[in-house]
């Protein structure tokens, strides 16, 4: 993809139809004589510089300010991408299965009073991984065992091993499949039974805000 976007921006290959024929305008774009399709490679070299910098996962506030272009632009190109990748994932996305840990975690800033699942005007990210292998993550509203297990019966298969701590809400996963629990008051984990694999959705706040909040939708990835 990269290779073609950059021959479009040479003239040498219509991004939309794939022909060699193309004549330059006077205002700068080219013009495809195949498909008359009309584009600016200014156009098209900045948004390849943008997806650089949002490949290497560096900020869009940052890139903005190294390439030079307006927040709203890198931002909605961030946005773009982060939306296509978002559809692929769910178009390709496949139940969890085996051994799956889940649990929640609690965003927003320093506030006084209660922490974790006390906590008021936080963002609840709940989260399940598939040992050694992919990882599903979404937003919900509450952490009420209605929600916690909709999510679980939607993305997780029947059957499968499921790692938790004591929450009431995980109950009612042993009617799904083998439940095994952890006392956080007493220890994190022993042997297998723990649930700490879930570092991606426990990172600290400004990489989870920067994906999270922004999105407001569900993501799901495999881990490297």
């Excluded at 070299?45 to 997806?51: E, G, H, P, T, Y």
């Excluded at 994190?188 to 426990?202: C, E, M, Q, S, T």
């Amino acid at each position: 993809m990269k290779e073609k976007i950059e021959r479009a921006i040479l003239g040498i290959e219509c991004p939309k139809c794939g022909h060699d024929c193309l004549y330059k305008l006077d205002d700068g774009r080219y013009k495809c004589s195949n498909c008359k399709f009309k584009y600016s490679p200014r156009k098209l070299n900045d948004d390849l510089q943008i997806l650089h910098y949002f490949s290497l996962e560096i900020p869009a506030n940052k890139a903005r300010k190294d390439f030079g272009c307006s927040y709203d632009k890198a931002g909605r190109k961030y946005m773009q991408y982060r939306n296509e990748i978002f559809l692929y994932l769910q178009k390709e996305f496949n139940k969890l299965s085996g051994e799956i840990e889940c649990d929640e975690s609690y965003f927003g800033g320093k506030r006084k009073g209660a922490r974790g699942r006390g906590a008021q005007g936080k963002v609840t990210v709940f989260g399940m991984l598939e040992r050694n292998g992919k990882i599903y993550t979404t937003l919900v509203d509450n952490v009420s065992a209605e929600t916690l297990m909709n999510e679980i019966i939607q993305h997780a298969e029947k059957g499968s091993v499921f790692y938790t701590d004591k929450f009431r809400s995980y109950k009612s996963l042993k009617f799904f499949g083998k439940h095994i629990t952890v006392d956080h008051g007493n220890y994190f984990a022993n042997g297998k039974r723990h649930i700490n694999g879930l570092v991606p959705i426990n990172r600290d706040w400004s990489f989870a805000k920067e994906r999270f909040l922004s999105c407001q939708r569900q993501i799901h990835w495999k881990i490297p």
